[in-house]
């Protein structure tokens, strides 16, 4: 089953690299501060995430071993414990047409049980978090020629109930897809001397 999304070309970093973002989606930056290497787009209605972020290339991770290397990184950050992750590699999502043959795509989805909102409030009272599923859709694009590691994720979550998302049955959503097949690296000098 194919959904038609109204997306539109958005430039991100300045304009180095472009994709199709759905048009309804909101760049994060207007409402919260965003680090210069990330780029974060949101759906307010589905609190779903869209991160492209550039890192340094981690040399010491096989490419094979790199999309859980990253996930795992993710899940650290997002506090999700060792027994509340799920991780499968997938063979190629997408071609990307827009980024050079010597790329590596690492490709994954995931289960992230993660604690949503924040731990208090404006006036510093506790207030008690949702806990919800995130499914986590990866992309690393290996880039050694400018010792760059591209992650591309999409974090949508899910409902509370544990037995809601199957991890096997996960697959990649329209959007991810969309993102991917318009990537496209425009400006090199993004990433420093090639």
Not at 113 to 138: F, K, P, T, Y
Request: hydrophobic share 40%; charged share 20%.
């Amino acid at each position: 089953l194919y959904i038609y999304l109204l997306t539109m070309e958005r430039f991100l970093f300045g304009g180095a690299i472009s994709c199709k973002i759905p048009e309804n989606w909101i760049d994060a930056s207007n409402i919260r501060q965003v680090p210069d290497h990330q780029e974060v787009w949101m759906n307010t209605e589905t609190d779903s995430l869209l991160v492209v972020e550039i890192l340094e290339r981690q040399s010491s991770v096989a490419d094979a071993a790199a999309a859980k290397y990253f996930f795992d990184d993710l899940a650290e950050s997002n506090e999700a414990p060792g027994l509340t992750r799920q991780f499968k590699v997938q063979s190629e999502v997408q071609k990307i047409i827009g980024i050079p043959v010597s790329a590596t795509l690492c490709f994954g989805t995931g289960i992230q049980r993660v604690a949503m909102g924040r731990e208090s409030d404006i006036l510093g009272n506790v207030r008690a978090q949702e806990i919800r599923q995130v499914h986590v859709e990866l992309c690393a694009m290996r880039l050694p020629s400018v010792k760059t590691d591209l992650l591309v994720t999409l974090s949508t979550p899910g409902n509370p109930n544990p037995h809601d998302m199957v991890l096997e049955s996960l697959q990649p959503t329209d959007v991810f897809r969309h993102v991917l097949s318009s990537f496209r690296i425009i400006d090199w000098s993004l990433f420093g001397e090639e």
